[in-house]
C-alpha cells in the first residue's frame, strides 16, 4: 500500500547548520506531496506543499523538491534557527478520498 | 478568525465511560477528518467526511463512531474507550477532497484512558 517514510529523530542541530529532513513515499499514481510542522503544544500547519513532479515547494527559508525518479521529497533550510524546533512530518495525499498518509515525523531540535 | 476547534482539549476518563470529542470549523468546507498521533506511528486517519450525512472510515476506525449533521460540526464518539485509545487526536478540515487542498488542523485533544 501506499506510505511515507521519514528518517529517525530527533536531530539535533547547532544554529544556523543546514537542515536535511529525508523523506521517501510509495504511492500507486502520483500524489500531491506535504512538509507540516508542529510547534510544541499545538496543530499541525502546512509548511510547504509540491503537486507536481519537479514542483519545489518553498516557505520561511525551507525548501522541497518533488522528485518523481526517487520518489523523494526531502525537507532543507539553509540556517536553522532556534525557533524551528518542532516535530516535522512529511505526507502524501489521495486526492480521491481525501486522506492523507503521513510519515512518522522527525523531531528537530535546534540549539542556540 | 478562520479555525478548526476541539473540544475538550485534556481528557482523562476510565475504561467503559462514552465521551464525545467535539470539532467545529468556521470557514465552510465540505470535508473534514479526525487523526490520531501515536510516537513512532505518525499520524492515521480515523473517519473522515466528505459532506454532510457522508462519512467513511480511514485507517484505524475501531472503536470509533463519527457523525456529520451539520457542515461545521464533526463529533468524535468513543461508546467504550479502552486504554489503547490514549492518544493525541486531530481534527482537520479543508474546502474539499481536491487534489492540491490543504487541510486545516485543529489544536488537538489530549485523551488519557485508565
Known amino acids: 500500500g501506499d506510505s511515507v517514510t521519514q528518517m529517525e529523530g530527533p536531530v539535533t542541530l547547532s544554529e544556523e547548520a543546514f537542515l536535511t529532513i529525508n523523506c521517501t513515499y510509495t504511492a500507486t499514481g502520483y500524489p500531491s506531496l506535504f512538509w507540516y510542522v508542529q510547534y510544541p503544544g499545538e496543530g499541525l500547519q502546512l509548511l510547504l506543499k509540491?503537486?507536481?513532479?519537479?514542483d519545489k515547494g518553498s516557505n520561511k527559508g525551507f525548501e522541497a523538491t518533488y522528485r518523481k525518479e526517487t520518489t523523494s521529497f526531502h525537507l532543507e533550510k539553509g540556517s536553522v534557527q532556534v525557533s524551528d524546533s518542532a516535530v516535522y512530518f512529511c505526507a502524501s495525499y489521495l486526492g480521491n478520498t481525501g486522506k492523507l498518509i503521513f510519515g512518522q515525523g522527525t523531531t528537530l531540535q535546534v540549539k542556540p | 478568525e478562520a479555525q478548526v476547534t476541539q473540544n475538550p482539549r485534556y481528557l482523562i476518563t476510565v475504561t467503559g465511560k462514552k465521551l464525545t470529542v467535539t470539532c467545529s470549523q468556521n470557514m465552510n468546507h465540505e470535508y473534514m477528518s479526525w487523526y490520531r498521533q501515536d510516537p513512532g506511528l505518525g499520524l492515521r486517519q480515523i473517519y473522515y467526511?466528505?459532506?454532510?450525512?457522508?462519512?467513511d472510515k480511514g485507517d484505524v476506525p475501531e472503536g470509533y463512531k463519527v457523525s456529520r449533521k451539520e457542515k461545521r460540526n464533526f463529533p468524535l464518539i468513543l461508546e467504550s474507550p479502552s486504554p489503547n485509545q490514549t492518544s493525541l487526536y486531530f481534527c482537520?478540515?479543508?474546502?474539499?477532497?481536491?487534489?492540491?487542498?490543504?487541510?486545516?488542523f485543529g489544536p488537538g485533544t489530549r485523551l488519557l484512558v485508565l
Open positions: 509540491a503537486t507536481k513532479a519537479d
Open positions: 482537520a478540515s479543508s474546502p474539499y477532497p481536491g487534489f492540491q487542498e490543504t487541510q486545516y
Open positions: 467526511s466528505m459532506n454532510v450525512e457522508v462519512t
